[in-house]
């Protein structure tokens, strides 16, 4: 027998019948959307005059600490629970030993720690890879052709520990080199942040959706060749499973899938295998071509809702989303 049999056939089953009335709607609901699913990605910039819309990113700036500031006092006010840091940094200051991504003082820290001024209650989480402090835009540390593994896992591990003393809740690393979930909990645990999660871009994809972000944060003109020996190959389900039940054996607390939309048939998979905190990225890429259509007038700005909503009923906890102040301020 099926397992959601009808048990009467049609007339006597309508299935209109409950879609009759926005109360009968509502009755029926099978998922819910609120701000609570909502995590803010946002850039802050140290460069002079870069606090500008993003052009590929319409409607998406890149703020100043002190405008940083201001969107965390947004945030808390919409009951968005937590906000993502992401850094643009002085591409004068760039090298390939990508030293300042562990520099207490660099631009992500101090995001961190003036949002804490403001918002002390709202989550901050921090996205952990070299590419924007590095020259050749890559997520871990070049030799030759080679990104390097183990010498990059260094790197991160260093990186993670000056979040997490500048006041970070979650680390995000994004990189997707082998043993750095292990490397970065151990760390943690040592020098006493044993309470700082870990949301590991565990399904993270070779997507060509990422391009309006490496724009955001200034790598896209500096990256050479291709992130593919890192990142997991696009037609590949069964890998991404063993990356996600990796993370999570090496310390893991929450994993993401990245993209999103296009991956959702993985965001449902990840979820009822792992049983574990699940959420998706909805990238620049999916950002641009939504907010893109909405402009043109070929779509109506219902589809923002709808698309969240989709990341809900795959069965992700919460979604990274550049839509989410104003999708918390159409929930209200």
Known sequence: MSSNPILAPFPQTRLRRLRRTPALRAMVNETELSAANLIW??????VDGA??????????????????????????????????????????????????????????????????????????????????????????????????????????VRMGLAQAEAGADILGPSDMMDGRIGALRAALEKRGHKDVAIMSYAAKFASGFYGPFRDA??????????????????????EALRCVARD????????????????????????DQFHAPTFAYQVSGEYAMIEGAIRQGWLSRDVVLESLLAFRRAGCDGVLTYFAPEVAEALA
């Open 51 to 156: 606090d500008v819309e993003i052009p590929s990113m319409p409607g998406v700036v890149r703020y100043t600490v002190e405008g940083v500031k201001a969107a965390a006092e947004r945030a808390a006010r919409l009951g968005i629970p937590a906000i993502c840091v992401f850094p643009h940094s002085d591409e004068a200051l760039r090298t390939e030993t990508c030293e300042r991504a562990w520099d207490p003082d660099n631009i992500g820290n101090q995001a961190i720690r003036a949002i804490k001024q403001v918002a002390p209650d709202l989550t901050v989480m921090t996205d952990i890879a070299l590419d924007p402090y590095n020259a050749n835009g890559h997520d871990g540390l070049v030799r030759g052709s080679e990104i390097l593994n183990d010498e990059t896992v260094e790197c991160l």
């Open 41 to 46: 990605p946002v850039f802050v910039t140290e």
């Open 217 to 238: 944060v200034g790598a896209a003109g500096r990256l050479v060749g291709d992130k593919k020996t890192y990142q997991i190959n696009p037609a590949n389900r069964q």
């Open 248 to 271: 999570l054996a090496e310390g893991a607390d929450m994993v993401m899938v990245k993209p999103g939309m296009p991956y959702l048939d993985l965001c449902r998979e990840v979820r």
